[in-house]
């Protein structure tokens, strides 16, 4: 049974799998070959059984005495995360946060690789960014259908965001990577990844003022 | 009894609190006085139960027949959310990511009040990023001493941010919103939110994959 077959893979797991494969890649960088769960729950400082858990899900990598082989783990894990594909991807906005993406070259080692980037703004027009081309927004219809986009990552202000992600949806796309503060209301079948600033700020903000009332007492 | 008192409010509540002030926000600019759950619920596309058990976790800000009186309930929410008071905050790295972030100026509109910009890069020395200049990071403990800072954000290199974290916690920094692609290690007191977009790209490809596995069958 291949691990793609594997249906009943929780949601949590799947949210600590990338975890896993950010420690294990630097391991392998650092020439780590095995490692045991002891070992890498003390890294991780997660609980060694919760890593056996986790990694028995994927129908257990780790061998009694010898531990998980660090290559293969890794290896397996970016096929379940999906890492072993290409996948096209365009940026729509090229303002600092579109450019910080444009910019982070790790991406494409993992196989997203940047094909494009769309902006309103005339100055920016000609601009290369790791030599991609910015181009207008009236070009962004026409290029999503001549090439294989899978992913849009969404850097625009939240008054324009709902609209663009229509119009990508309508021309092909099918996962939006959405850093717009709003929520894009799109079909069922397209995937949407939210990235709220804002909102991860205010979580930060939350526990402040947990702490400080907690010891205020 | 007042709402802060309560105790046992879960997570899963917490990470909606900004969704639900986000929606009332909108409300509110466009010069809405009160919303019914159900109301509330088409919008947000969250069960109309689910919107009254939340919130009831606050003591209940609706009234039968009434609704929500949005302006009460958006301000609760910011309280619970620690946005009444103000949070000093400094960006570690002016690259691209520390930039966006110096620009987007609703933070401040919130209560996170940018103070400084700090970076290694002597081209960027004297820079004023709205108004704030960037800084060496030579200055940054003077500084952050000197300064009542209550959050850093970290957009630097994973290899130096562990260093920093250190060095910003002992002169007295307690939250870091961390955006380095590394886990901090620092002490249990110290508040991390970690923002790690290259996780989050690998959860929208992992969605992919499942999406093309489920057609092609």
Redesign the interface.
């Known amino acids: 049974m291949s691990f793609?077959e594997e249906r009943e893979i929780s949601q949590a797991v799947?949210?600590r799998?990338?975890?896993y494969?950010?420690y294990l890649g630097e391991l392998l960088e650092n020439g780590v070959e095995r490692i045991s769960s002891n070992d890498l729950s003390r890294r991780?400082?997660v609980t060694a059984s919760q890593i056996r858990q986790d990694l028995n899900n994927f129908g257990g990598f780790g061998q009694q005495g010898y531990g998980y082989n660090v290559k293969y783990l890794y290896a397996e894990i970016g096929k379940?995360?999906?890492?072993e594909?290409d996948?096209n991807i365009i940026i729509i906005g090229a303002?600092?946060?579109g450019?910080?993406?444009a910019?982070?070259a790790?991406?494409e080692k993992?196989?997203?690789i940047l094909k494009g980037i769309f902006d309103v703004n005339p100055r920016l027009q000609g601009i290369s960014i790791r030599g991609v081309p910015v181009r207008m927004m009236d070009e962004l219809s026409a290029f999503v259908k001549e090439n294989d986009v899978?992913?849009a990552a969404l850097t625009i202000p939240k008054d324009k965001a709902v609209d663009v992600a229509s119009m990508l949806v309508e021309n092909g796309v099918?996962?939006i990577?959405n850093f717009a503060?709003t929520?894009l209301?799109l079909p069922e079948?397209i995937?949407v990844?939210n990235?709220?600033?804002?909102?991860?700020?205010?979580?930060?903000?939350?526990?402040?003022?947990?702490?400080n009332?907690e010891h205020q007492r």
Not at 80 to 83: C, D
Not at 200 to 207: A, E, N, W
């Open positions: 793609l799947i949210r799998l990338p975890r494969y950010r991780m400082k379940i995360l999906g890492l594909e996948h303002g600092n946060l450019q910080a993406l910019n982070y790790s991406f993992r196989g997203f899978a992913i099918r996962a990577w503060h929520d209301n079948h995937i990844e990235v709220h600033l804002s909102e991860s700020l205010m979580q930060l903000s939350y526990k402040i003022s947990r702490y009332e």
